[in-house]
């Protein structure tokens, strides 16, 4: 039984390796890896794997029946194995575990028996697909990113119903320590609200997209509240959030993890993805954000929740209302009083100033004939003084 599954192993492989001949052998990063390598068996196998690409690093090496590791180069250490079980009958198939983008290249498997020396080569291309795409959106800006990419990934933004959109800025790639890729971009959110916008982050090897659907809105009449959410049967992870970057629950496959500071107002979450919320207030308005990542997408639903006729608020803005409305009217009241009392004080001083203003001009008419009279009576006076002195001097 052991010999025919080892015969189905070796077949498998030798079906893969005549299929990646002429074609590049694909490795995801920091998964594993065959390298497949066949030759004639024989006695006293001699096995080298040489990385070319790096300058023929030693990769794995195996002679008098086991390993020989010592001229191995670093990089590969603890991550290289062969099919020990299997070289007598001709594999010298290389296991490669937690693959690199170093890893990337031409490999040469060099074997050697008493029949004679023998060679292959394999291409290796290593990729690292997009595996989230994640839409993050403050005020009216949305910013698209992901990362952990490679090789070097594309970025493009669509909405739904089509339309002119255009990037805020360039799209900004850059490169980490460990040769992979992150790749970001930002949108300015147009004023029609019925736009679907959605992100697109494209590999040689495949693409991945987020899509935000337009914003809804719902009036809550009670204390109580539920949202519905995308429902699929492929989850990987559902994230809610309130006003975009408070958290309020996470959800994966196995678990859910509910923030403190919402514990005492969420309900229930289904699996379908809707949330209830209790205790809702006017403190609670706003918008609230489920963010559904399953195996192909990433989809972002936003409804904007509204209290609606809470009797205490009601109360409270009524009592609010009439005070200042008491307080206006107190306020028009005096301004009018004093404008009334410093109107009439103006209309009193008016009337006061005219009759002097009067009897002024009437005192200044009389005064000619009252200082005509006196002139005479000087006169007159000065006449008879006059006489008086004549008639004493003849008498004597």
Not at 120 to 143: C, S, Y
Not at 193 to 219: E, F, H, V, W
Request: charged share 25%.
């Amino acid at each position: 039984m052991t010999l025919v599954k080892v015969s189905l192993v070796w077949g498998t492989l030798n079906l893969l390796w005549s299929f990646s001949r002429g074609a590049p052998l694909v490795c995801v990063i920091t998964k594993s890896c065959i390298l497949p390598c066949s030759f004639s068996s024989g006695s006293d196998p001699v096995l080298h794997w040489i990385h070319m690409t790096a300058g023929d690093r030693p990769v794995h090496s195996f002679y008098h029946n086991q390993d020989q590791l010592a001229y191995q180069n670093q990089n590969y250490r603890g991550r290289t194995s062969l099919f020990k079980d299997q070289i007598s009958r001709g594999n010298a198939s290389l296991q490669l575990r937690e693959v690199k983008v170093q890893d990337e290249g031409r490999y040469r498997c060099y074997t050697s028996t008493m029949r004679g020396n023998q060679e292959a080569f394999v291409e290796l291309r290593v990729i690292a697909p997009v595996d989230e795409v994640d839409l993050h959106q403050v005020k009216n800006t949305l910013t698209c990113s992901s990362g952990g990419i490679y090789p070097e990934p594309e970025l493009t933004w669509s909405t739904s119903p089509p339309s002119d959109v255009a990037p805020k800025d360039k799209v900004s790639v850059q490169q980490t320590d460990q040769l992979l890729y992150k790749i970001s971009s930002s949108l300015i959110l147009a004023n029609n609200t019925d736009l679907n916008y959605i992100c697109t982050i494209s590999t040689p090897s495949g693409s991945r997209k987020a899509t935000m659907l337009k914003q809804n809105s719902m009036d809550v009449t009670g204390n109580e509240v539920t949202i519905l959410c995308v429902d699929s049967n492929t989850l990987k992870r559902l994230t809610w959030r309130f006003n975009q970057d408070q958290v309020i629950l996470t959800r994966t496959r196995t678990e859910v993890s509910v923030s403190e500071e919402w514990r005492q107002l969420v309900k229930d979450e289904s699996k379908s993805g809707s949330l209830t919320l209790k205790d809702f207030s006017y403190d609670h308005d706003g918008i609230y954000s489920c963010e559904w990542i399953d195996a192909e997408e990433t989809l972002i639903t936003n409804i904007f929740l509204r209290k609606q006729g809470d009797p205490e608020k009601i109360k409270e803005r009524n009592i609010i209302g009439a005070v200042v409305g008491v307080l206006v009217v107190v306020l028009v009241v005096l301004t009018s009083v004093f404008l009334y009392f410093k109107i009439s004080k103006v209309k009193k001083s008016n009337r006061k100033n005219k009759p002097e203003e009067s009897a002024g001009k009437l005192n200044s008419s009389e005064e000619t004939p009252q200082a005509a009279e006196s002139s005479r009576d000087e006169t007159t006076q000065h006449f008879n003084i006059k006489d008086e002195k004549e008639m004493d001097y003849e008498e004597e």
